[in-house]
């Protein structure tokens, strides 16, 4: 079943804020990042047309208590899913998780291991990837009760081809803008995280608009304070998050990885779990970048981190990226304005906004062209070389390892 939006004429970009710093090779790239407050005002009106069909689809599911929801997706997919999970489950008061692609594809028996009524929402970019139809394709194979709501910005890509008429399916399309042209994700990444929100979530249209507010900021005065670190000659950076900014942390560090074509090291991890050893990455060439959570409970543990941090020999390399000021003991924040109180799920599509420019940024300073970081195709914009086993070869050659 395919939803009732399609992917409408838009207008026109107006003049990106970042034009100035265009370089041959990062034209797609700036423009995606920099469209992102116009497609999200899309994507909030689109989902607003589709929550109606989207709950007439999932009802009965939900109905169930016993239901699984799986949010899945490879790389920077699987992380819309990790950020919006812990929402989703508030939102739905059901069990919901992410769990990979190349998870289920690599392991289905142990990932899809409970036979219980399941809502597989696929999330990708261009749905060609050679795990996203075989993801869904076990869940058939491996349940008996599985329904499929596929987010994505490609309707020529194969998950949408696959699943556009299928009873139990339901498909929902991006402005078509979001289909990023650039190697990197960016405007797909956060279309599709505010998608999943808004159509299974609370759909706070209101919030959206308060994102759309902060980002246009952020994209209007990046040179100011994002573009000057790329100067200062750091080889590591490190994002740290809570909660459902553990998976922004993630996203963060495969965006700077991936437009540097690997010239900068990234490392992530959670507020708490980087003392436990991860800690040892930091040297005098790290940068680190805080993502403060709304939660007042938990950001109580961001907070402990950036002290900490900024106590060592370093404190200017410690950024703190906030939707609210932090207290003057600690030092400055970025603060993104008119976000207070929006909760991590949603917030994380404005934090990702700085960290999209400072791989741009850091990108540039190191001469790596960022719609096309490697140029070899050493590391390809959809995914190649993947064979896809027919499961009953892996349960075969399971058997045979244990005799």
């Not at 399609?6 to 990106?16: D, F, M, N, T, V």
């Not at 078509?176 to 299974?200: K, P, V, W």
């Not at 005065?221 to 080889?235: C, F, H, K, S």
């Not at 499961?391 to 050659?397: G, K, Q, R």
Request: net charge negative; with cysteine.
């Amino acid at each position: 079943m395919n939803a009732p939006n399609s992917q409408r004429p838009e207008k026109s970009l107006s003049s990106s804020p970042i034009s100035t710093t265009v370089a041959p090779g990062s034209e797609a790239t700036v423009r995606e990042i920099a469209q992102q407050p116009e497609v999200w005002r899309q994507v909030s009106a689109d989902a607003a047309e589709l929550r109606g069909a989207v709950a007439g689809f999932i009802g009965p599911l939900l109905a169930r208590a016993d239901l699984r929801v799986i949010l899945t997706g490879a790389g920077t997919s699987s992380f819309v899913g990790q950020i919006a999970a812990p929402a989703l489950a508030q939102a739905l008061n059901r069990r919901v998780e992410a769990l990979a692609t190349t998870d289920i594809v690599s392991n289905p028996q142990a990932q899809l291991a409970e036979d219980v009524p399941t809502l597989l929402v696929s999330v990708a970019r261009s749905g060609r990837s050679p795990e996203s139809v075989a993801a869904t394709r076990l869940a058939d194979e491996c349940l008996s009760e599985v329904r499929h709501l596929v987010v994505t910005c490609d309707p020529t890509g194969d998950l949408y081809q696959e699943h556009q008429r299928r009873d139990g399916s339901m498909v929902v399309l991006m402005p078509a803008r979001a289909n990023d042209e650039g190697f990197a994700m960016t405007s797909s990444f956060s279309s599709m995280l505010l998608s999943c929100l808004l159509i299974l979530g609370p759909g706070d249209q209101s919030a959206v608009e308060a994102l759309v507010g902060a980002a246009e900021k952020i994209l209007a005065t990046w040179q100011e304070r994002i573009g000057v670190l790329a100067q200062r000659g750091y080889e590591r950076v490190v994002y740290l998050g809570s909660g459902a900014l553990t998976g922004l942390a993630r996203e963060s560090a495969l965006k700077m990885l991936e437009l540097t074509a690997g010239k900068i090291v990234t490392y992530h991890d959670s507020a708490l779990g980087f003392r436990h050893g991860p800690k040892a990455v930091i040297d005098d060439h790290t940068l680190v970048v805080v993502y403060i959570s709304s939660d007042p409970y938990t950001r109580q543990y961001d907070l402990d981190i950036v002290a900490e941090l900024r106590a060592g020999s370093n404190p200017d390399s410690v950024i703190a990226v906030a939707a609210e000021p932090i207290s003057p003991a600690l030092g400055d924040a970025w603060v993104l304005g008119g976000v207070a109180g929006v909760g991590d799920s949603l917030l994380a599509a404005g934090y990702v906004v700085v960290a999209q420019l400072l791989g741009l940024s850091f990108a540039l300073h190191a001469g790596t062209t960022p719609d096309n970081p490697f140029p070899a195709g050493d590391v390809n914009r959809v995914v190649k070389g993947v064979t896809i086993h027919p499961l009953p070869v892996i349960v075969e050659a399971s058997t045979k390892a244990k005799r």
